[in-house]
């Protein structure tokens, strides 16, 4: 073990995330196990979209995923391709992995970089004029905001948050806000999937002031002391399920739904940055406790989310085979959300407005 981590293994991060993560991953299971034989929202099989102008045939739907790098991010988009037959955007590398298999795939791949809002403006952009060359009418039918990272230090962004927080949160938060307009403009209702996880359950407190937000509590209580990886990233899945409820809350009355999907845990690179020896024995003892999933296995619950029912919104997916499990009492703190939605939306603004004086807007 080298010196790195044996540093980590001696910090209070590393045994919050062996102890506490485990035990509300495996409370997560109980509560599957609880819920019993209940019925569960079965998964719709959508088919084309209505055609637009001049057009014989039904348009494909067109279904967006972030960060599909990763094992578990590309099952997921293989599964997707073969239940959805639609369109999606997704990394190139996916994009030639699933054309081998299936030649007939209609994919794109974008790069968009969630920890930059400058990227993420343009990707809005560049998708929507994709669109327009390939479709009569500019709408889209799923979001799956799914890029995540767990990150070992307190990096600053170019626009000013800590890294992880904006890559976990704030990023998926204008991404959605931006492509929001073109999900309601679907002709047949669309979908907001929302990658969140059982260790949201381990925040028992919340701050959603814009110090929080932009993470610099986490520099300040980071000096002289190691960074707090862990609760930093409950933090931004925690806030992300409060802004699925919220989104929600504010999108009842239309076509658009909002779910939660937790995949519990599957072996990906999500632990790229800590030390190799400490992820490959986290790796090991989750698949000698029977808590590690297998791709196909672990993509489920993003699945029943993208396909269930549009009467199952504001449902948190886990497990599979449809099921879903009640999250967190904070996250469904009306009060909390609508504070967390209003700092969010008022930086979201100061980043057009700074991108605008910057000439990117």
């Not at 209940?38 to 039904?58: I, L």
């Not at 998708?127 to 060359?133: A, G, N, T």
């Not at 940055?273 to 090991?284: G, H, I, Q, R, Y």
């Not at 199952?312 to 999250?327: E, H, L, Q, W």
Request: aromatic share 10%.
């Amino acid at each position: 073990m080298d010196r790195e981590a044996l540093r980590m293994v001696r910090s209070p991060e590393f045994w919050r995330m062996a102890v506490l993560w485990t035990l509300f991953l495996l409370y997560s299971y109980l509560l599957l196990f609880l819920r019993g034989r209940t019925a569960v929202p079965r998964r719709r099989r959508p088919g084309p979209c209505a055609g637009g102008e001049g057009e014989g045939e039904g348009r494909r739907p067109i279904c967006v995923v972030t960060g599909v790098r990763t094992r578990r991010h590309r099952g997921w988009a293989r599964r997707r391709r073969r239940r959805w037959r639609g369109r999606a955007t997704t990394s190139s590398s996916t994009v030639q992995e699933i054309r081998r298999q299936q030649p007939d795939a209609h994919l794109e791949a974008f790069h968009v970089d969630l920890a930059s809002y400058k990227s993420i403006k343009k990707f809005g952009t560049l998708l929507k004029q994709w669109i327009q060359e390939t479709n009569s009418v500019p709408d889209i039918q799923l979001l799956v905001n799914n890029a995540g990272m767990l990150a070992k230090s307190h990096r600053i962004t170019e626009d000013g948050f800590d890294e992880m927080i904006q890559t976990n949160y704030i990023g998926p938060f204008i991404l959605t806000s931006i492509l929001l307009p073109l999900l309601k403009n679907s002709p047949v209702p669309s979908r907001v999937v929302n990658l969140t996880s059982f260790t949201h359950r381990c925040v028992s407190g919340i701050d959603v002031s814009e110090d929080a937000l932009r993470g610099m509590k986490l520099g300040q209580c980071s000096v002289g002391k190691s960074y707090p990886l862990a609760s930093t990233y409950e933090y931004t899945k925690l806030c992300l399920l409060l802004f699925s409820y919220e989104l929600h809350r504010q999108l009842h009355t239309s076509s658009v739904s909002v779910m939660a999907a937790d995949p519990g845990v599957v072996e990906t690179n999500i632990m790229r940055e800590l030390p190799p020896c400490l992820s490959w024995f986290a790796f090991f003892v989750l698949r000698f406790l029977n808590l590690l999933q297998q791709t196909d296995s672990g993509v489920g619950a993003v699945l029943d989310a993208a396909l269930a029912p549009p009467g199952a919104s504001g449902k948190y997916f886990f497990g599979g085979k449809g099921r879903t499990i009640r999250p967190s009492g904070l996250s469904y703190d009306v009060e909390v959300a609508k504070k967390l939605w209003a700092e969010s939306s008022m930086l979201f603004k100061e980043l057009q407005l700074r991108g605008r004086d910057l000439g990117t807007n």
